[in-house]
T-cell receptor, first 109, second 113 residues
C-alpha cells in the first residue's frame, strides 16, 4: 500500500543552522514525489518536485530509491522558512496525492 | 491568472444537517480533487473529478459526495453531519499528466456543533 511517513511533527532550529526534514515513502511503482509548504494563514503551495531537481528558496530534495526517501534539506535556515511542510506521493494514474502528516519547522532567531 | 477559489471560507452547522462546499478551479484545469485536513489525520484524499466524472474515491463514508459541472467547477456535499466532520476541506485543481502540480484553494473551515 502507498504511504508517506514524516517522522518529525516538530523541528526547531536556530537561524543559520542546517535543516533536514525527513520523508520516507512506500510505493511499488516509480514514485513522483513533491514537497508542499503551508505558511501561516496561507494556502498549501508547491515547494519542489523531485523530477525538476531544482533548488527553491535554498531547499533541495533528492530522491533515494534504495532508501525510499525524499528528505528536504537547506544548509542555512531562515526565520521566514518557519511553516508546515508536507511530503507527498503522486499517483499519476489516479491523479491522487498521498500526503505525509507534516512537519512543523520552527526557525528561531 | 486567478487561483483556486473555495466558498464559503467558514461554515458552522449542527449535527444532522447537510452542507455543500464549492470550488472553482484554475482556468483550464479539468481535474478537481478534494481533501480533508484535520489535526489528527492530516490531509486525506476524498475524491477526484475529471470531465464531470468521479474517477477516484478515498475511504470516506457515502455521506460524502461530490459533483463536477461542465465548466469544471466542483461541489462537495456532506449529509447527516457528525461532530467528527469538523475539518478544513481543501480543493485542488490540476492538469493531467506526469509530475503534475496540484494547486490548492484556501479551504473551507467546517465546524459541526
Amino acid at each position: 500500500a502507498q504511504r508517506v511517513t514524516q517522522p518529525e511533527k516538530l523541528l526547531s532550529v536556530f537561524k543559520g543552522a542546517p535543516v533536514e526534514l525527513k520523508c520516507n515513502y512506500s510505493y511499488s511503482g516509480s514514485p513522483e514525489l513533491f514537497w508542499y509548504v503551508q505558511y501561516s494563514r496561507q494556502r498549501l503551495q508547491l515547494l519542489l518536485r523531485h523530477i525538476s531537481r531544482e533548488s527553491i528558496k535554498g531547499f533541495t530534495a533528492d530522491l533515494n530509491k534504495g532508501e525510499t526517501s525524499f528528505h528536504l534539506k537547506k544548509p542555512f535556515a531562515q526565520e521566514e522558512d518557519s511553516a508546515m511542510y508536507y511530503c507527498a506521493l503522486h499517483l499519476r494514474n489516479f491523479n491522487k496525492f498521498y500526503f505525509g502528516s507534516g512537519t512543523k519547522l520552527n526557525v528561531k532567531p | 491568472k486567478a487561483g483556486v477559489t473555495q466558498t464559503p471560507r467558514y461554515l458552522i452547522k449542527t449535527r444532522g444537517q447537510q452542507v455543500t462546499l464549492s470550488c472553482s478551479p484554475i482556468s483550464g484545469h479539468r481535474s478537481v480533487s478534494w481533501y480533508q485536513q484535520t489535526p489528527g489525520q492530516g490531509l486525506q484524499f476524498l475524491f477526484e473529478y475529471f470531465s464531470e466524472t468521479q474517477r477516484n474515491k478515498g475511504n470516506f463514508p457515502g455521506r460524502f459526495s461530490g459533483r463536477q459541472f461542465s465548466n469544471s467547477r466542483s461541489e462537495m456535499n456532506v449529509s447527516t453531519l457528525e461532530l467528527g466532520d469538523s475539518a478544513l476541506y481543501l480543493c485542488a485543481s490540476s492538469l493531467i499528466g506526469a509530475d503534475t502540480e496540484a494547486f490548492f484553494g484556501q479551504g473551507t473551515r467546517l465546524t459541526v456543533v
